[in-house]
């Protein structure tokens, strides 16, 4: 069960020039059977700030900042050192520019920090809080190529960056960083009330790893291989790539037929930093160039219906 408060408000300062601001505060209860260990209460807090200026028809500002807070608390005795708080708080500009009446870019920054704070520390453990904070950026183009023909792209990249967090004291130890990248890219075709899109997609993503192993084989003097092993931090690269579809058939009658699929290609390696010894030096580079090939086939297809 849920209740919750909410208010939104818009106040246009001048003809250009308008603040809207949102919040809301509510509380979950999650119920389960008596055996199931899951009963909790969240207690959650939002608030966003938007702020909007249009320098003209073709160019905009928004501006976003806002924040949220929720107390997650675990009725039951033996899930309570679970209990925490988690904060974020977030700053979002946006840019809006149309130089061109067929072409539409949009520019988005982002900068986000969460903060999880356990409630309790049981004696003998050390707490488990944790902060992260993430730097990104999203950009948009939209080309009309002709009447019903458009290119649609998209770029971005989002690093994540994670650590244990001393609360009393606001400091953080890093343990782990996490690099995204993503582009797609779409030719999109509108003929009457039908949308038809293919294109592809392109992902790329860097995990630091705080103890990575590698391990290759070595024949001794009598013949047999036997496993050779390195630990050490590293990083491990994932790159996906492959072709997409987003069809959407309208009909006369209001009934439609959504079709999303894409077909994606997955190859998966690490490195570890440390120096291998000279005489296994190129069986263990080697082996850090192996790729972990995967394909993964997606499709989606959703048929609505209006009586």
């Known amino acids: ?11 246009r300062l001048t003809p250009h020039h ?39 028809p073709w160019f905009d500002l928004t501006v976003r900042t806002g924040g949220e807070a929720t107390h997650y608390v675990y009725l039951s005795g033996t899930r309570s050192i679970e209990n925490n708080w988690r904060r974020t708080i977030r700053l979002a500009p946006e840019i809006r520019w149309e130089p061109h009446e067929r072409l539409l870019f949009r520019n988005e920054l982002l900068v986000r920090a969460n903060y999880t704070v356990e409630d309790y520390q049981l004696e003998g453990r050390p707490k488990n809080d944790q902060s992260s904070r993430e730097f990104a950026f999203r950009s948009r183009l939209d080309v009309t190529l002709a009447d019903h023909w458009q290119f649609e792209t998209a770029l971005s990249r989002s690093e994540l960056r994670i650590g244990r967090l001393y609360w009393k004291s606001f400091q953080e130890t890093p343990t782990d960083t996490l690099v995204t990248y993503n582009l797609e ?5 509108r003929p009457g009330r039908h949308h038809i899109g293919v294109g592809g997609r ?19 003097e009598q013949g047999q291989a036997i496993p050779v092993s390195r630990r050490a931090p590293g990083y491990q690269m994932s790159y996906q790539f492959g072709p997409s579809i987003d069809i959407r058939l ?10 999303n699929g894409w077909l994606q290609r997955q ?27 995967r394909i993964y086939p997606n499709l989606e297809i959703r048929a609505v219906f209006d009586f």
Request: charge should be neutral; glycine fraction near 2%.
């Open 202 to 220: 392109f992902f790329v993503r860097r995990d630091y790893l705080p103890q990575a192993v590698m391990t290759i084989q070595v024949e001794n």
């Open 185 to 189: 890219a779409m030719v999109v075709h």
């Open 1 to 11: 069960s849920r209740f919750e408060l909410f208010t939104r408000n818009r106040v």
């Open 18 to 56: 308008e603040i809207m601001l949102e919040a809301r505060s509510g509380i979950l209860r999650y119920d389960t059977p008596e055996q199931n260990l899951d009963d909790r209460d969240e207690l959650n807090y939002q608030v966003l700030l938007t702020n909007r200026h249009v320098f003209s």
């Open 250 to 259: 309208q009909f006369v009658s209001g009934n439609r037929i959504i079709i």
């Open 267 to 293: 190859e998966v390696w690490r490195r570890l930093y440390t120096a291998y010894p000279d005489d296994l030096k190129e069986a263990f580079r080697k082996e850090e160039r192996r790729k972990t090939v």
